[in-house]
């Protein structure tokens, strides 16, 4: 039993240093994606939420999406409007909302700029059967989790 500990020890301990590796790797893989397009990173990523959204959204969702404030989120749509990403629209229903909608043409560059980037992407997975990409699945999702809890934990914390 204490080998199995060691091993799970030892094995824990390179997930950690390979978790950290991952996730430099796509923190400068999205700098220079952000840098080809013209766009800061956090905007990228907004931009890249935004079009899982499924359509127009308030800039309160955009600040809960991205963890921002809410100053700082219409700072960034002010950003992405700019770059022709986005346009504000009046909420069809309530007229006194603003909602944030993609630009369909620029969603689409962007959309055949990922496909180029990310062509074999999927090809990596080619190995693997159901029940491993639903593990890995499983561990994205509870990493997002996590990921969001401890954002918003150090966001509420004093610095």
Known sequence: MAESGSARER???????????????????NQAV????GLHPTDLQ???????????????????????TTGSAT???????????????RDAEDR????????PEKVA???RMWERLGG??????????????????????RTVEFSGEQVARLRAEKP
């Open 11 to 29: 094995l824990l301990g390179e997930l950690s240093a390979v978790s950290r590796r991952y996730m430099a790797s796509y923190a400068l893989f």
């Open 34 to 37: 952000a840098d080809r397009i």
């Open 46 to 68: 907004c931009l890249n939420l935004l079009t899982l959204e499924g359509g127009p959204v308030t800039t309160g969702r955009v600040a809960e999406l991205t963890g921002l």
């Open 75 to 89: 700072r960034l749509v002010d950003r992405l409007e700019r770059a022709g990403y986005v346009v504000r629209e």
């Open 96 to 103: 006194r909302r603003v909602l944030v909608a993609t630009v």
């Open 109 to 111: 560059e962007f959309g």
């Open 120 to 141: 074999g992407w999927s090809a990596l997975f080619d190995d693997l059967d159901e029940s491993e990409l639903a593990l890995i699945i499983g561990h994205m999702r």
